[in-house]
Structure formats: C-alpha cells, structure tokens
C-alpha cells in the first residue's frame, strides 16, 4: 500500500488533536492552596491564585488543634468579633462565608475544594478555648488569620 504525502499529513494533524485533547481531559489544573496553620499564623501559598474550583489543604504544623475559616473580605479587621476576639460567624453578611475544615488535629491536614470568584478572602482559625485561668483564648484574636487574593 502506497501512503501519500497527504494522508500522513493528516494522520500527524490527527494525532495532535487527539493528543491535545487527552492533555486537556487528563489531570486536574484546579488551583491548589497549601495553609500553613500553627500557634499563631495562618500562611496561605500562593496568596494570589485563579477563580473557580479551589482545593485548599490545611496543614497544621502546630501543637494545638485549629481550623481554617474561608470568608469574603477585604481583611480581618472587616470581620465581626465577639467580647473574647473570635470571629462571630452568625453576623457575617449573606453568603461571606464560603467554607472551612474543622479540627484540623495537630501534625495533621485535611482538604476542601471551595468555589471562590475573584476578589478578597479572609483565611483565619476560630477556634476558642478556656485556659486553666479561666480566660478565653481565641486563636483569631492572637493573629490566626490572612488574606487571599483571587483574580
């Protein structure tokens, strides 16, 4: 059988359009967020990420058990705290809070994948505890918190 220079032409031009394809259906190209959380920092990498799907790990490299709060928010000095400095959820505006992983065990992570348009978020552990003294600790109060910027 005589192949001619037309037909491998467009067996090549096939073969890259079957091959970008599977590139673009293989993997997941969803932006991904590591939080770094320990006693008292919440330090997001990148800062800066896409819109859409977002996989967020937090991973808690600290002594204490934390959690990572997603809020819509300039910054945390926007957020409505109670007497003790914890951030109060139930007074957030309308659909400001977008998610979060809950008691992220010391040496440990979880994930979440959130969705999230662009604009500001505020990271930040609220997690609350009451000292041997009797005096309430609020990790927000102690600086837990951070920005993220989508675009």
Not at 31 to 44: A, G, H, K, N, Q
Not at 45 to 72: K, L, Q, R, S, Y
Not at 128 to 136: A, K, L, R, S, Y
Request: net charge negative; glycine share 10%; proline share 4%.
């Amino acid at each position: 059988m005589t192949v001619t220079p037309h037909i491998r032409i467009c067996a090549a031009i096939g073969v890259v359009v079957l091959g970008l394809g599977l590139t673009a259906c293989s993997g997941d190209d969803s932006p991904s967020v590591d939080v770094t959380l320990s006693e008292w920092i919440v330090e997001p990498d990148p800062v800066t990420v896409d819109a859409g799907d977002i996989e967020f790990t937090g991973d808690n490299a600290g002594g204490e058990t934390h959690e990572m709060v997603v809020v819509a928010a300039k910054d945390a000095d926007a957020l409505p705290t109670d007497a003790d400095g914890a951030v109060v959820e139930d007074e957030l505006p309308k659909g400001a809070l977008i998610g979060e992983i809950e008691d992220i065990e010391a040496q440990s992570s979880k994930q979440v994948t959130l969705k999230l348009k662009a604009g500001d978020y505020v990271l930040f552990c609220n997690v609350t505890e009451e000292q041997d003294d009797g005096t309430i600790e609020s990790h927000f109060a102690k600086g837990m918190h951070s920005v993220l910027t989508v675009k």
